[in-house]
């Protein structure tokens, strides 16, 4: 899968896919993450990429003009790509939905700044406008790094021979929280392992299990 993030603070995304599963993903070429700075399609020599909210409100908006010459230019390397803008406005993402991207082939995310995006972004050039949650941030970094993260750890082969993606929290048709686990010590300052999981009985665990997943839905 092929990423590209149109982002003001391109460094940002430097450490957290430096580390762990998601370098892995990126030295196995399962994904190819790309980010670029918004100011390189400045609408100045000196770089602005924001401007004044018609109507008197405060804040600075990032320009239509800015986005679409990014879009532009991303769009004539790829075949075809969906287009996501991170916004508070958005609907919300959750484990559906990262699947659902997980079988594309390219991603773009813009990640909004200031008071956001001129709202012709959102209306006429991208594929979906979507927010991690009811709350607002700095920018829309975060929200990216998460998605993103999201996305990767469903790639085929990041996780993976174990592909425990399958019976984990909100996977599946039902999408329900996964049970509780558990491992050595047995007993641990008086709270101990279910006995269930302790029977070696495989009906008596599997009951066990989806109880758990009913209790926690």
Not at 25 to 37: P, S
Not at 62 to 81: C, G, H, N, P, Q
Request: hydrophobic share 35%; charged share 30%.
């Amino acid at each position: 899968m092929k990423i590209d993030v149109i982002t003001l603070f391109p460094k940002m995304f430097e450490s957290p896919f430096a580390e762990a599963m998601m370098k892995r993903a990126i030295d196995k070429k399962i994904l190819e993450l790309n980010t670029h700075d918004m100011r390189q399609w400045a609408w100045n020599n000196y770089g602005a990429v924001d401007d004044k909210p018609f109507g008197g409100d405060i804040g600075m908006l990032i320009r239509v003009d800015v986005i679409d010459k990014a879009l532009k230019s991303l769009k004539s390397k790829r075949l075809k790509s969906k287009v996501i803008l991170t916004s508070a406005r958005g609907k919300k993402f959750d484990q559906a939905k990262a699947e659902e991207w997980s079988k594309l082939d390219n991603l773009i995310f813009i990640c909004g700044r200031y008071e956001g995006v001129d709202q012709r972004v959102a209306d006429y050039m991208v594929d979906e406008e979507i927010s991690i949650g009811d709350y607002v941030l700095t920018g829309g970094e975060l929200p990216s790094m998460i998605m993103i993260d999201a996305v990767t750890r469903l790639l085929p082969g990041v996780l993976g021979k174990d592909e425990s993606s399958k019976v984990e929290s909100f996977s599946g048709e039902d999408r329900r929280i996964e049970h509780p686990q558990y491992t050595r010590p047995q007993e641990y300052q008086g709270h101990r392992v279910p006995e269930e999981l302790l029977s070696g009985n495989p009906k008596t665990i599997a009951e066990w299990k989806s109880k758990q997943l009913h209790q926690t839905k």
